[in-house]
């Protein structure tokens, strides 16, 4: 049983595409995540929904749109792909938000855009 | 102030040394968890440990401990009698109130345990 799950593990685009990547978590968590990590390893927290509702939104261009049609769900759409967007992405997801809460991560999608 | 720092690039390792790998950051708050990742070359995120700044006492799991101490902000972690399969990115992420409802991760470090 696969905890947290995202779909395609792998997406291979054009630059100027639109695409999505799915999350799904089987945990009953609350609360769900998005990070990036770039090609030099460096994990940094994206996006973060509670219940559905967006409580954390970094600095991130505003092509990146996350929605969360349940809370077992968070998915990623990003409009008008760059090549600087080539990263992997890690969903995750975690009891409702706290500083002591572990998170879980799902096996990341690995986004090259060409 | 959120900074993790962990200064070791990339440790090499010959299967069965111990090996530790530091962990060290920046809070103002004096009640938090801290957390180890460790990624495989197959990329997935694998949590190993979690524990308070309540306790300093060191703990040992398997062949797996840790080394918190709250007056330096260090969180070192250590593999006892390392095997290849050991081999992967460990990422430490301190967890206090003041850096959100987020992880803020160091920058890793590349273990490679050779045969």
Redesign the interface.
């Known amino acids: 049983d696969t905890a947290v799950s995202q779909t395609p593990k792998y997406l291979v685009t054009q630059m100027g595409n639109d695409k999505s990547i799915k999350c799904e978590q089987n945990l009953g968590h609350d609360?769900m995540?998005w990070?990036k990590q770039d090609s030099?390893?460096?994990?940094?927290?994206m996006f973060?929904y509670?219940n559905k509702e967006l409580?954390?939104n970094?600095t991130v261009p505003n092509r990146f749109s996350p929605k969360s049609p349940d809370k077992a769900h968070l998915n990623l759409h990003i409009n008008s792909l760059e090549l600087g967007d080539s990263a992997?992405y890690?969903c995750?997801s975690s009891p409702p938000?706290?500083?002591?809460e572990?998170?879980?991560?799902?096996?990341?999608t690995?986004l090259l855009v060409l | 102030a959120q900074k993790v720092t962990q200064a070791q690039t990339e440790i090499s390792v010959v299967e069965k040394e111990d090996v530790t790998l530091d962990c060290v950051y920046e809070t103002r708050d004096t009640t938090y968890y801290l957390f180890w990742y460790k990624q495989p070359p197959s990329g997935e995120l694998v949590f190993l440990i979690r524990r308070n700044s309540f306790d300093e006492q060191n703990e040992i799991s398997g062949r797996y401990s840790w080394n918190f101490q709250k007056s330096t902000s260090s969180f070192n972690f250590t593999i006892t009698a390392s095997q290849v399969v050991d081999s992967a990115v460990y990422f430490c992420a301190p967890h206090p109130p003041e850096y959100g409802n987020k992880l803020v991760f160091g920058a890793g470090t590349i273990l490679r345990v050779k045969s």
């Open positions: 609360t995540y990070y030099k390893k460096f994990l940094k927290i973060s509670n409580i954390i970094e992997v890690f995750a938000a706290g500083y002591q572990t998170q879980y991560f799902g096996p990341g690995r």
